[in-house]
């Protein structure tokens, strides 16, 4: 049962519901381009048909320019409320305080758009969203810049913009704490909006190319987050997709080294068009040993990209992993990805070699700097800290890869490796993202399919393709 609010909690609430009963709906033009500018941010992070929850939602300004599956709104205010009802009304919407949110229902979007700084009580608004929220929700909350604060009084000195009580001004760092005290765990935050006001040329050009370049002077500061989770791992199956082409000499390691995982492993062998005898020994391996369960399949396509997709297709485990079959990255260091995913801590789990110290000839030189250089780059893009972009091994949930595969086309089939489909996927999906730290390892048998300059270059053009797909939208 939802405890009562002390006195001065209770006052600021009524203090703020007076306000907005008085000033209802008071929205400036300028007010409604902003909020317009917000929904396409908003847009661009909740997944088609997502039922979505907006705490502090006023006149229904942002929730009417959504697009979700389903729409419910609380707020304070029922003169607020009121025209929020007749702009949506396929909507819900419930005349309540955040911090005493008392819904029977869970969503799978959360939105606390600018309602931070109004809250009389921050932490207690987190810990009641807990309420109706599972794993899969995702928190989004945008808050202004403290930058902007004498940009905003003079704005409301001008009556560019509607008065509002007085506020919090939340820091990031303030935002950050009281997420961690409150159950919740950041998974990125993206600052946006150098023009708030929707103007030809300008706004386009400040927003979308020059925000992304100027992080610390946008007004608006997005943050994604998700329910911190119990370390309790749940008993999952697994699927190993093996691409394959020219290994022969590792076949049998892979299958010795592999430990079994969860409820039960499966090794799907994907053979890539070899010169040597690797279709032979993946064949003569699953009949040796019959107490693994091993699939094999002859690549229809190709390259790496197209061998893991079709292993991924007959896959049946609730856990995914690739593992190349050159062993470089060792088969013994899976069960850390097994058990970052089933215990929740990660939602993609990715591998880097740039953390402990590697065999000699393990990566040439020109190829660590390279590395190093990509994942700088993307980690800035994804807004995610991502060590090591390049390494092989990526770990999800079945259930996650299905969602990602469903929206492919938001990036086109760009990637030949397959590891940046994946990559550029959950973040799109706004999964958690952890870098796994293995022991990177020399190739034992055969040599690299990787061709250093020509494959070079394809990573510069998926770098494009990310930036403008996720960085400047």
């Known amino acids: ?21 008085k000033h209802a709906p008071a929205t400036t033009r300028a007010s409604r381009s902003y909020r317009r500018l917000l929904a ?5 992070l909740i997944p088609p048909g997502a039922s979505v929850l907006e705490i502090g939602c006023g006149d229904g300004e942002l929730l009417v320019h959504l697009h979700a599956g389903s729409k419910t709104g609380v707020d304070l ?45 921050v932490q207690r608004l987190l810990e009641q969203l807990a309420t109706v929220s599972t794993p899969a929700t995702r928190l989004l909350i945008n808050f202004h810049n403290n930058l902007w604060r004498p940009v905003f009084s003079v704005g409301e000195w001008l009556k560019l913009r509607a008065p509002v009580p007085v506020s919090s001004w939340l820091s990031s760092h303030d935002v950050t704490n009281l997420l961690e005290l409150s159950q919740w765990e950041i998974i990125k935050r993206q600052p946006r909006l ?16 020059i925000a992304p370049l100027l992080p610390f002077g946008c007004l608006a500061i997005f943050t994604i987050a998700r329910l911190r989770p119990l370390p309790v791992a749940q008993p999952l199956s697994v699927s ?60 229809t396509g190709k390259g790496k990209g197209n061998a893991v997709r079709e292993g991924y297709a007959v896959a049946q485990g609730d856990i995914l ?37 590697m065999d000699e000839k393990a990566m040439q030189f020109l190829n660590m700097i390279a590395n190093k250089f990509f994942g700088v780059a993307f980690s800035w893009l994804l ?10 091994t990526k770990v999800l949930r079945r259930s996650h890869y299905l969602t990602i595969a469903a929206n492919r086309s938001y990036f086109g089939e760009f990637d030949p490796f397959g590891d940046f489909d ?3 996927g959950a973040d799109k999906q706004n999964l958690k993202i952890r870098d796994i730290p293995i022991r990177y390892r020399e190739r034992t048998y055969g040599t690299t399919n990787i061709q250093r300059w020509r494959h070079g270059l394809l990573l510069f053009r998926m770098l494009g393709v990310a930036a403008r797909k996720l960085k400047f939208v």
């Open 240 to 299: 190993v997709i093996i691409p394959a082409r020219n290994e022969a000499g590792n076949i049998e390691s892979a299958v010795l080294r592999t430990p079994e995982m969860g409820i039960w492993t499966e090794l799907i062998f994907v053979e890539g068009h070899s010169r040597d005898n690797t279709w032979e020994e993946i064949d003569r391996v699953r009949a040796a040993y019959p107490g693994r369960r091993i699939t094999t399949l002859r690549q």
């Open 422 to 424: 994946l990559l550029f």
């Open 383 to 392: 807004g995610q800290r991502v060590k090591d972009t390049l390494c092989g």
């Open 1 to 21: 049962m939802t405890q009562p609010l002390g006195r001065l909690s209770a006052d600021h609430l009524d203090s703020v519901r007076a306000h907005f009963d």
């Open 77 to 121: 205010s029922e003169a607020q409320l009121a025209h929020a009802r007749a702009r949506i009304p396929e909507g819900t919407f419930i005349a309540q305080a955040g911090e005493l949110l008392d819904l029977q229902a869970t969503f799978d979007v959360i939105i606390l758009s600018e309602t931070l700084d109004l809250s009389a009580d």
């Open 40 to 44: 396409g941010y908003y847009n661009r």
């Open 321 to 357: 992993m690739i593992l190349d079959a050159d062993l470089t990255m060792p088969p013994e260091e899976l069960p850390k990805f097994y058990d970052a995913i089933a215990t929740g801590k990660a939602e993609f789990a990715n591998g880097s070699r740039l953390v402990y110290p």
């Open 194 to 209: 150098l023009w708030p006001i929707e103007t030809p040329v300008l706004a386009p050009l400040l927003n979308r190319w």
